[in-house]
């Protein structure tokens, strides 16, 4: 069975500030990496996708992961965050099957 | 524009009472997906489909049931079994039922029984 792990419930950073989302998974087959955004009320939007080749992937807004096996992290960062960069982020696995698992999310907070 | 509707954004329901969410693709997309999300505990998935008259139970299946008769619908209904309905759920579609494929979010539906 699969599972994802985020560390952090809540992030706080100020505008302009470099921010990571940890996130560690598990799976005893090779997986997929996901990270989705969520705005208030709204549905998830794809940020970005590991499926193989370079482990550094770029996404939409600036974001990046980087996908370390050994370690069995995905965890998203950006350089400089905007106040629009607050939202729920959530990290997915996806094995050989199509069902994405999810974690628990982290709500990313800049502040002016 | 292409993309998946939930209607309505925010009902209200008795205790006890069945009540049926919706869900409509014009993607084209062959896979589709209800998810559950409440605070803290990211999304679970509720009920997918991998091809028209077909789906399966995901991980909280109990309490809920769908029908996919049609490639761009997927409604669920959410019975008077399912102890604790209050949540805000997610429908999504995939091109196809693939590990790989990104899947492509509503904007929600927010439930509340009384």
């Known amino acids: 069975a699969q599972s994802v792990t985020q560390l952090d419930s809540q992030v706080p950073v100020f505008e302009e500030a470099p921010v990571e989302l940890r996130c560690n998974y598990s799976?005893?087959?090779?997986?997929?990496l996901f990270w989705y955004v969520q705005y208030p009320n709204q549905g998830l939007q794809l940020l970005l996708k590991?499926?193989?080749?370079?482990?550094l992937v770029k996404g939409i807004n600036g974001f990046e992961a980087e996908f370390n096996k050994s370690q069995t992290s995905f965890h998203l960062r950006k350089p400089s965050v905007h106040i629009s960069d607050t939202a729920e982020y959530f990290c997915?696995?996806?094995?050989?099957?199509?069902?994405?698992?999810f974690g628990e999310g982290t709500q990313l907070t800049v502040n002016p | 524009d292409g993309g998946i509707t939930q209607s309505p954004k925010y009902l209200f329901r008795k205790e006890g009472q069945n009540v049926t969410l919706s869900c409509e693709q014009n993607?084209?997309?062959?896979?589709m997906y209800w998810y559950r999300q409440d605070p803290g505990q990211g999304l679970r998935l509720i009920y997918y489909?991998?091809?028209?008259?077909?789906?399966q139970k995901g991980d909280i299946a109990e309490g809920y049931s769908v029908s996919r008769e049609k490639k761009e619908s997927f409604p669920l209904t959410v019975t008077s079994a399912q102890k604790n309905p209050t949540a805000f759920y997610l429908c999504?579609?995939?091109?196809?039922?693939?590990?790989?494929?990104?899947?492509?979010f509503g904007p929600g539906t927010r439930l509340t029984v009384l």
């Open positions: 590991y499926l193989s080749g370079s482990t």
């Open positions: 997915a696995v996806s094995d050989r099957g199509s069902r994405l698992t």
């Open positions: 489909s991998q091809i028209v008259n077909d789906f």
């Open positions: 993607l084209n997309h062959d896979a």
């Open positions: 799976s005893s087959v090779s997986v997929y």
């Open positions: 999504a579609s995939s091109i196809f039922p693939a590990p790989a494929d990104t899947q492509y």
